[in-house]
């Protein structure tokens, strides 16, 4: 056989191999995860690791209540912030904007996809904990340290505007226009057509988007550490310190060397961080490729 | 009629305002950093490692976390290239488009690319446990590693699905093997590879919690691949929850440099983006 073809044999195998490994990564960070995490599995009734409320390793008690509900709190109030203004932003750049200055906003956006956890940690050491102790907590309840749910929420929202920006204006971009037309000629105003006809069609768009900014809420680790307070405690309104998953993991990772199942305990919150954003991740995407499909 | 346009006014009132909002939170965050980063950035924060006492405000930089950070963030850019291309050229010139294989493997690296970093580093640090590889730049660039893999090979997916199919059938036609078709489309995307490049490498930089347990920290600056390296982002977060004044100032200015290196690499990933542009016409 020509050397040529043999070379390109050895070629394709070597990729196939090398794409192989590296999907397997997937099951590796599942399987890995739960390895580790399987002594306190095995010690442990996981009905009780849900719902049980204290946290005291050094006695083996492992309640990841607060910390679920602490994660809950953080990712539904940034959402929350978020869509309302992500939402009129894209249908604004998608519908009504000038393509100048389409151009110039979605780059701006992206940038903020780029900027690093701890500088928006600093900024809302800076910014949000002054703003929500100063100005917000102090109109609604007594005191509050500034470093809150709602701080770690504001923060989250900022971070998951390039995600949220960039899907759903590039969703709205795909709904057909004669659909549009159609409504337009009919007599419903611009705002109407949107309302009634391009977001309805958009909605599975939105809701991948929204799906898949939830899971990175999720996830995000150091700027909700730094602002929203890292206390073991669910919290009861948004002006309370909430202690999310993520920055529990990243919090004890040095001592957990020192007290039995306190590793597999931290294991089992990243193996639990690891399957929800997993299942979130999957069916946004599943959902955005059809719709990619359907109008390619 | 009346009220319905009115309801149209009032959206597009609150749909300038959201735009606004949204805008104007990139330069609300690098004018805060830059406001509070300023007064301390110094010369010695760029040029010095940590002198003695560094940490309860005496002499010294940061520039161990700086050189630390480039050289993790560039082994990880390397190493993961050296997978990405491959991949990508397997996945889209090789298979077929829409082949199970491919369609398989695109959708994991989706997943794996909403992976939260924290989750990397868990990973990789067990990993480094099971091996037992101490923390060091080499953990910490495997960790990273793992976390750009799945950005590269995303970029890199849309760039050569943007190359023309005409390319890789006229280079076939000529007798070309699937192999040396890829090399001419590889030098076509040359544009996009540095895109992807300065892309993740972006990432790799700012990244703290892929870090955190892999990379340890070190006031020297690494010289060899097994020497725990302190980095940038790492740094700034150490040097925050100090309770001495002059050591969060450093805070403040080691947060501006990273936020300017971020800033270079994504203004140069825009300028190469722009020209490649101009050349696919």
Same mark, same amino acid.
């Given at each position: 056989?020509?050397?040529? $073809?043999? #070379?390109?044999?050895?070629?394709?195998?070597?990729?196939?191999?090398?794409?192989?490994?590296?999907?397997?990564?997937?099951?590796?960070?599942?399987?890995?995860? =739960?390895?580790?995490?399987?002594?306190?599995?095995?010690?442990?009734?996981?009905?009780?690791?849900?719902?049980?409320?204290?946290?005291?390793?050094? #006695?083996?008690?492992?309640?990841?209540?607060?910390?679920?509900?602490?994660?809950?709190?953080?990712?539904?109030?940034?959402?929350?912030?978020?869509?309302?203004?992500?939402?009129?932003?894209?249908? !604004?750049?998608?519908?009504?904007?000038?393509?100048?200055?389409?151009?110039?906003?979605?780059?701006?956006?992206?940038?903020?996809?780029?900027?690093?956890?701890?500088? !928006?940690?600093?900024?809302?050491?800076?910014?949000?904990?002054? *703003?929500?102790?100063? !100005?917000?907590?102090?109109?609604?309840?007594?005191?509050?340290?500034? =470093?809150?749910?709602?701080?770690?929420?504001?923060?989250?929202?900022?971070?998951?505007?390039?995600?949220?920006?960039?899907?759903?204006?590039?969703?709205?971009?795909?709904?057909? #226009?004669?659909? /549009?037309?159609?409504?337009?000629?009919?007599?419903?105003?611009?705002?109407?057509?949107?309302? #009634?006809?391009?977001? /309805?069609?958009? *909605?599975?768009?939105?809701?991948?988007?929204?799906?898949?900014?939830?899971?990175?809420?999720?996830?995000?680790?150091?700027?909700?550490?730094?602002?929203?307070?890292?206390?073991?405690?669910?919290?009861?309104?948004? *002006?309370?310190?909430? =202690?999310?998953?993520?920055?529990?993991?990243?919090?004890?990772?040095?001592?957990?060397?020192?007290?039995? $199942? =306190?590793?597999?305990?931290?294991?089992?919150?990243? $193996?639990?961080?690891?399957?929800?954003?997993?299942? *979130?991740?999957?069916?946004?995407?599943?959902?955005?490729?059809?719709?990619?499909?359907? !109008?390619? | 009629?009346?009220?319905?346009?009115? @309801?149209?006014?009032?959206?597009?009132?609150?749909?300038?305002?959201?735009?606004?909002?949204?805008?104007?939170?990139?330069?609300?965050?690098?004018?805060?950093?830059?406001?509070?980063?300023?007064?301390?950035?110094?010369?010695?924060?760029?040029?010095?490692?940590?002198?003695?006492?560094?940490?309860?405000?005496?002499?010294?930089?940061?520039?161990?976390?700086?050189?630390?950070?480039?050289?993790?963030?560039?082994?990880?850019?390397?190493?993961?290239?050296?997978?990405?291309?491959?991949?990508?050229?397997?996945?889209?010139?090789?298979?077929?488009?829409?082949?199970?294989? %491919?369609?398989?493997?695109?959708?994991?690296?989706?997943?794996?690319?909403?992976?939260?970093?924290?989750?990397?580093?868990?990973?990789?640090?067990?990993?480094?446990?099971?091996?037992?590889?101490?923390?060091?730049?080499?953990?910490?660039?495997?960790?990273?590693?793992?976390?750009?893999? +799945?950005?590269?090979?995303?970029?890199?997916?849309?760039?050569?699905?943007?190359? +023309?199919? @005409?390319?890789?059938?006229?280079?076939?036609?000529?007798?070309?093997?699937?192999?040396?078709?890829?090399?001419?489309?590889?030098?076509?995307?040359? +544009?996009?590879?540095?895109?992807?490049?300065?892309?993740?490498?972006?990432?790799?930089?700012?990244?703290?919690? %892929?870090?955190?347990?892999?990379?340890?920290?070190?006031?020297?600056?690494?010289?060899?691949?097994? @020497?725990?390296?302190?980095?940038?982002?790492?740094?700034?977060?150490?040097?925050?929850?100090?309770?001495?004044?002059?050591?969060?100032?450093?805070?403040?200015?080691?947060?501006?440099?990273?936020?300017?290196?971020?800033?270079?690499? &994504?203004?140069?990933?825009?300028? &190469?983006?722009?020209?490649?542009?101009?050349?696919?016409?």
């Amino acid at each position: 056989m020509d050397i040529r $073809l043999i #070379k390109d044999k050895l070629v394709a195998n070597a990729m196939l191999i090398l794409t192989i490994i590296s999907v397997s990564v997937v099951v590796a960070l599942g399987l890995g995860l =739960y390895l580790r995490a399987e002594p306190l599995l095995a010690t442990h009734d996981i009905w009780r690791l849900f719902t049980d409320s204290h946290w005291a390793p050094s #006695k083996g008690q492992f309640g990841f209540y607060p910390f679920i509900m602490g994660t809950l709190w953080v990712t539904v109030i940034a959402i929350s912030l978020a869509l309302p203004l992500c939402l009129l932003t894209s249908i !604004y750049l998608a519908e009504y904007a000038h393509a100048a200055i389409r151009r110039l906003l979605i780059p701006l956006v992206n940038v903020l996809a780029g900027i690093p956890p701890v500088i !928006y940690g600093v900024w809302g050491i800076f910014f949000v904990v002054p *703003f929500v102790q100063n !100005y917000l907590a102090p109109r609604f309840s007594d005191s509050s340290s500034g =470093y809150t749910v709602l701080t770690g929420g504001v923060v989250l929202a900022v971070m998951i505007f390039p995600i949220l920006v960039s899907i759903v204006s590039e969703v709205l971009r795909t709904i057909p #226009k004669e659909l /549009k037309d159609a409504s337009l000629s009919l007599g419903a105003t611009k705002w109407e057509t949107i309302k #009634k006809v391009t977001l /309805k069609r958009a *909605f599975p768009g939105i809701f991948a988007a929204v799906v898949l900014a939830i899971s990175r809420a999720f996830g995000e680790t150091v700027a909700v550490l730094m602002v929203c307070g890292n206390i073991p405690v669910a919290p009861d309104s948004v *002006f309370d310190g909430g =202690y999310p998953l993520p920055a529990l993991i990243a919090n004890n990772f040095g001592e957990m060397m020192s007290i039995p $199942l =306190y590793d597999a305990a931290l294991m089992f919150a990243a $193996l639990l961080l690891f399957i929800i954003i997993f299942v *979130f991740n999957l069916v946004s995407r599943l959902i955005l490729n059809r719709i990619e499909h359907r !109008y390619a | 009629m009346r009220r319905r346009k009115a @309801e149209e006014r009032f959206f597009k009132v609150l749909m300038v305002l959201a735009c606004i909002i949204v805008s104007s939170s990139l330069f609300l965050i690098v004018g805060t950093i830059v406001v509070k980063g300023l007064p301390y950035l110094t010369w010695d924060m760029v040029s010095k490692v940590p002198q003695g006492g560094f940490y309860i405000g005496k002499e010294g930089g940061v520039l161990n976390a700086i050189i630390g950070s480039l050289y993790l963030a560039g082994g990880a850019t390397i190493l993961s290239l050296l997978v990405s291309i491959p991949i990508s050229i397997y996945l889209n010139l090789y298979l077929k488009r829409g082949s199970v294989v %491919s369609k398989t493997a695109k959708l994991a690296y989706d997943v794996l690319f909403g992976i939260p970093s924290i989750v990397y580093g868990a990973f990789a640090f067990s990993i480094m446990i099971w091996l037992g590889v101490r923390a060091s730049l080499l953990g910490g660039i495997t960790a990273v590693t793992l976390l750009i893999i +799945p950005i590269m090979v995303r970029t890199l997916d849309e760039v050569i699905a943007a190359v +023309p199919k @005409e390319l890789k059938h006229a280079a076939l036609s000529l007798g070309a093997t699937r192999w040396e078709a890829a090399k001419v489309i590889l030098r076509q995307i040359r +544009p996009g590879i540095y895109t992807a490049v300065l892309l993740a490498f972006g990432r790799g930089i700012g990244d703290v919690a %892929s870090v955190l347990f892999t990379a340890g920290f070190s006031d020297n600056i690494p010289l060899y691949i097994d @020497e725990p390296a302190a980095t940038l982002p790492l740094a700034i977060f150490f040097q925050l929850s100090s309770p001495i004044p002059e050591v969060q100032g450093r805070a403040y200015a080691s947060a501006l440099i990273l936020t300017a290196i971020i800033l270079v690499v &994504v203004i140069v990933s825009h300028i &190469v983006a722009a020209r490649q542009s101009k050349n696919n016409v």
